[in-house]
């Protein structure tokens, strides 16, 4: 998971940051009494709790993450700590954060069935999710850096965000229960802030937690900052990330939050969940890829070594684009109860196709926003507080200073130029071109 | 205030719409010793009770008004009914609707103060608001049927929306208290039901309770019926008003929400209050104000004899537009504390001309929303459920139904056409001449 917070989003929120009386972080010692109580636990772990045994996972920046194994099989622990465990308790994070996550992965369980963990408990005082072990998999970006292909990926991430961000909006259904969602997910402020803050602000200024490799990237981190059309840009797409509320999103959709095996593909950490503009999630996953893409000359062992790998992460680019968008107007296509674009409304032919007409708009728009929303998220990991494996691996900065480059130049581009983008294609074909023509 | 629901809407909304414990239609013997233990009152009316004089005056549809006048002053009461009075207990209506109104009036008060009534007394239970009684203002739309120009009308209502629509949005101020509003009225679902019904998608279908000037206009409400351009924009609009949370919207802003004094503006009724787009509120002022332009003709004695009232009305158009587009601007240039666009990134001069530029941009995207919400506000008061006094005073069908071709004819135009329009003064421009030539 990402480490997210700025010194901006310390305490802020209006949400109470302070445990509840009956919270307490969990250890080896608590843990195994707590989990004997649950009902599933047992029957997954096996009966003998002598043969527990509990390991603290977590990578450090948020959460306490437990793998507890037992003879018959396993199961994983998510704590919130209301604090960043990475800072210390001078940074406060609300626990209900495990509130929201629990109560995201509830709706993708339902609506994109078999993509997420299963969920076994809930302890929303103990801020504590009893979840699926989830192995082999590992986490996407650890395999990216290694160089693994996987060919259930793009089909399995455009099912799960079509399934998921049409699903939860008014084109797919009534809109008591999608005002139930906005109700519900308003509230995570803290966590929205954070995103806020280090996606749509921080690396358009001169804020104290960003970081970058100096001093290779200096002078682009100051012109950036100093870009007023890119500044406008990215606030614009703040401004509808904070307002556009279309559907459930997942919220922090990169490839650290995709777990996998060649065969199959889970979503997890939706801890950032709230109701926003569909691009966001969509950007996101487009935007780490191409992280990844221009990564790869970092890792190679001799120049041109990953060239199939790099256009097989410009062909996941395509397929992702290309399959959410065919399987999102499917499910608009074939539902009838959408309370926005009321289907009875375009039921002869004339209907249906302005209907067609219309959907093809609206599918353009939400790739604007998905190539925009994407640059922004490449920016924000050279520029600013949160960077990613894959560019944080090379350890040469000359060399990730040219791949951070590259993918701030098309960042860029994405971020200012949406609107004239002609497709897909175009930006994969500027991806392949700014490799080629950047040193 | 306008009669609000359709079949469709009966008993839906996900929320209860049963009384409570204590709930109970209030009367006169109720009302006095109920109004005696509100501090507030005896004061406002004066002490002896006996002489309290109470009358129901409210006009039949949704809920009780009563106005209580004293030796020393005069209240009103608004009580909500569980049910459309009109209709009767068949029809529930959530009495919450109340409470919604409640928390509007509190924040436009706050917001835009002296600008909607007092508020003395709230009661949840009995969904039961005490206000200050408005004399000797009256509904702006009788002032306009008899043809009366308000001087302080359009400076007063931009004012307040301006001071509403910028100033509960993430462009004024932090994310946590507009995600709190978010959050409050999200649950209006009832209430918006009745608009996303009435406004957005009745008027274009066989609704049964439809009703329009028969059989003058049957062939133009088939024709509107069957146009899928017309019905794409009208449903596109209706995503936008049910999914752009761009602030919190009075909801209902027509010229039956206006009381006037040549002197004194006050905004009542918010009880669809929703936090929504924009340009639905501005567009219900100009889309009523531009009824009652095509309504004169109905009421002249000679033609002619309301040219210069017609000329008032374009000109009231124009400068809410206007008016509104300067003050929002206005508002937003001198704030420093909105999440979007934080100041502080557009602090030097490129900066402030790219703010300047992007300021533009969202009031062109405003016009555009406002316009085209003001032909669907148009459309639905001749075709659909709830008709305006403007119209419906004129007796003669001949006439009332040329009045609602023009006005069909222009509010077309402004729901399709809203994107290709120039500037308010096109809009203007285009009612003066569908009003000369069309018979």
Excluded at 157 to 180: D, H, I, N, Q, W
Excluded at 304 to 312: L, N, V
Excluded at 405 to 414: D, K
Aim: glycine share 8%; net charge negative; aromatic share 8%.
């Amino acid at each position: 998971m990402p480490l997210g917070s700025s010194k901006t989003s310390k305490g802020s929120g209006g949400q109470s940051v302070s445990a509840s009386a009956t919270y307490r972080p969990m250890d080896d010692a608590s843990l195994r009494p707590f989990l004997s109580t649950i009902p599933a636990v047992p029957d997954l772990l096996g009966a003998d709790q002598a043969r527990w045994r509990v390991r603290e996972v977590g990578d450090g920046n948020l959460n306490l993450v437990f793998i507890v194994e037992g003879t018959e099989g396993a199961v994983v622990v998510k704590q919130a700590l209301p604090y960043v465990r990475l800072v210390g308790e001078s940074w406060p994070l609300p626990l209900e954060r495990s509130h929201y996550e629990h109560r995201a992965l509830c709706e993708q369980a339902r609506l994109a069935p078999g993509l997420v963990p299963d969920i076994y408990h809930f302890d929303r005082d103990l801020a504590l999710i009893v979840m699926e072990f989830l192995s082999p998999h590992i986490i996407m970006r650890k395999g990216l850096v290694r160089g693994i292909e996987y060919p259930r990926f793009a089909e399995d991430v455009s099912e799960f965000m079509a399934r998921m961000l049409f699903g939860t909006s008014v084109l797919a259904g009534a809109a008591a229960p999608y005002k139930g969602l906005v109700a519900d997910f308003a509230p995570n402020v803290a966590l929205c802030r954070i995103t806020e803050d280090l996606v749509f602000t921080d690396p358009y200024r001169d804020a104290p937690l960003n970081r970058w490799t100096s001093p290779e990237l200096d002078n682009m981190a100051l012109s950036f900052r100093k870009d007023a059309p890119l500044k406008r840009a990215a606030q614009a797409r703040k401004y509808q990330f904070m307002t556009a509320a279309q559907a459930l999103l997942h919220g922090d959709l990169h490839t650290g939050s995709v777990m996998l095996t060649p065969t199959n593909t889970r979503i997890i950490d939706p801890e950032f969940a709230c109701v926003g503009p569909i691009g966001f999630d969509v950007g996101a996953v487009l935007g780490n890829l191409m992280l990844a893409y221009f990564a790869q000359s970092g890792h190679e062992t001799t120049a041109g070594a990953r060239d199939g790998y790099r256009e097989w992460l410009l062909a996941q680019v395509t397929q992702v684009w290309r399959r959410f968008e065919e399987r999102f107007i499917a499910l608009w296509r074939d539902s009838t109860a959408g309370e926005a674009y009321v289907a009875g409304l375009f039921a002869d032919a004339a209907g249906q196709a302005e209907m067609a007409v219309e959907r093809g708009r609206f599918m353009r728009t939400l790739f604007e926003d998905s190539a925009a929303f994407a640059g922004l998220k490449m920016i924000r990991r050279v520029l600013g507080l949160a960077h990613v494996e894959d560019l944080e691996s090379i350890t040469d900065p000359a060399l990730r200073a040219r791949s951070e480059r590259r993918a701030l130049t098309l960042a860029r581009e994405l971020v200012v130029g949406a609107a004239s983008l002609s497709g897909i294609a175009e930006v994969t074909g500027m991806a392949r071109s700014i490799e080629q023509e950047i040193a």
